[in-house]
């Protein structure tokens, strides 16, 4: 279990001391000029499979036993119970592509194509679209 978290929080300490902060507005701002996966590509393909393993997506679905392969520790739980499970899993991948479009791709920045005087903030949409791409990704 602590394998694949030891290399995810390394490539984080990584990115954290190559902009000097933990803030994440810092580490966004400082991608301004390129984005982190360009230097740090063999960085960003080791925290991309980490993610997939603490996400459990293919091929590191299987925590249950052999026996178990039809989801059996789900088959005690009904309905609401269920839910929650996958809630659960789905909302640490939404986390994990946030976090991955915010270390590796410059979270909100995009290069300004027009100038945006509208009270629509571009940013949060350009985030939400960034996270939008590693979530099916990751599914």
Known sequence: MISYELILSTAVIIVILLTGSFNFSVIIESQQA?????????????????????????PFDLQEAESELVAGFFT??????????FLAEYCSIVLM?????????????FTEIFYNDSIINLQSI???????VFCFFFV
């Open 97 to 109: 592509s946030t976090l991955t479009a915010i270390l590796f791709f410059g979270g909100y920045n």
């Open 76 to 85: 005690e739980h009904s309905s609401i119970i269920f839910v929650f499970f």
């Open 126 to 132: 350009i985030l939400g679209v960034k996270t939008c």
């Open 34 to 58: 390129i984005w982190f996966v360009v230097p740090l590509l063999p960085v960003f393909i080791f925290f991309f499979i980490s993610i997939l393993a603490e996400t459990s997506r293919t």
